[in-house]
């Protein structure tokens, strides 16, 4: 129901965007939003917006780095992400909401998609 793609292997200052394509029956009414997990670490938060594209959240450790945007027509949402450093490497999920807020915690997320890869070098 989900699809995460556009990640990939970028230089220290680089960009990258990823986007995420939820089928029609899924994510149109709903909050959206990206986490990250990075090797032995937990799976963390990283951006939201909820389901009209007025309200969005982001993460201390990207704020001012990363744009989350997404398009209901197309059903897709998209990470922008500039300036990147060997901390933003992980692996990146997509994931709707719940209800139609995009909430911070994992907890308010029903579907998630297979993740894409992201890595930085320095």
């Known amino acids: 129901q989900l699809q995460a793609s556009g990640g990939g292997l970028v230089q220290a200052g680089g960009s990258l965007t990823l986007s995420c394509a939820a089928s029609r029956r899924t994510g149109s009414n709903n909050g959206m939003g990206w986490f990250r997990q990075a090797p032995g670490k937990e799976r963390e938060f990283v951006a939201s917006i909820n389901w009209r594209g007025l309200s969005t959240n982001y993460a201390d450790s990207v704020k001012g780095r990363f744009t989350i945007s997404r398009d209901n027509a197309k059903n897709t949402v998209t990470l922008q992400m500039n300036s990147l450093t060997p901390e933003d490497t992980a692996v990146y999920y997509c994931?709707?909401?719940?209800?139609?807020?995009?909430?911070?915690?994992?907890?308010?997320?029903?579907?998630w998609g297979q993740g894409t890869q992201v890595t930085v070098s320095s």
């Open positions: 994931a709707i909401a719940l209800g139609p807020t995009g909430p911070v915690a994992r907890s308010g997320y029903r579907y």
